[in-house]
């Protein structure tokens, strides 16, 4: 399964959320524990180098057609799960 499918790279994330200015973001150094687990989970903190800002953005967020494709491979799960269910049924009886 493509799980590229799910999420997209955050677009956001070049723009600052405080001055708006594109392209000041840097990764900023994480400062405790907690900071280094969220950035293991992609919640990076960041600094604006035009106004200082610092904060964390998600690297990634979802795709916009995200709960149509966790349906669509519900379904196909389901079916699969179904047919392989049904053939084995009927294969040892
Ligand atoms: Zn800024």
Do not use: D, H
Not at 15 to 31: D, F, G, M, Q, V
Not at 58 to 84: D, G, P
Request: with cysteine.
């Amino acid at each position: 399964m493509n799980t590229k499918l799910f999420y997209r790279r955050n677009i956001q994330l070049n723009r600052c959320p405080n001055c708006n200015e594109i392209a000041t973001l840097r990764r900023s150094r994480s400062r405790n524990i907690t900071e280094k687990i969220l950035k293991r989970l992609k919640y990076a903190p960041y600094v604006c180098r035009n106004c200082g800002w610092r904060g964390k953005i998600f690297s990634y967020r979802f795709a916009k057609n995200f709960f149509q494709l966790l349906i669509i491979y519900t379904i196909i799960v389901v079916v699969a799960v179904y047919i392989v269910k049904k053939f084995l049924a009927s294969y040892f009886n």
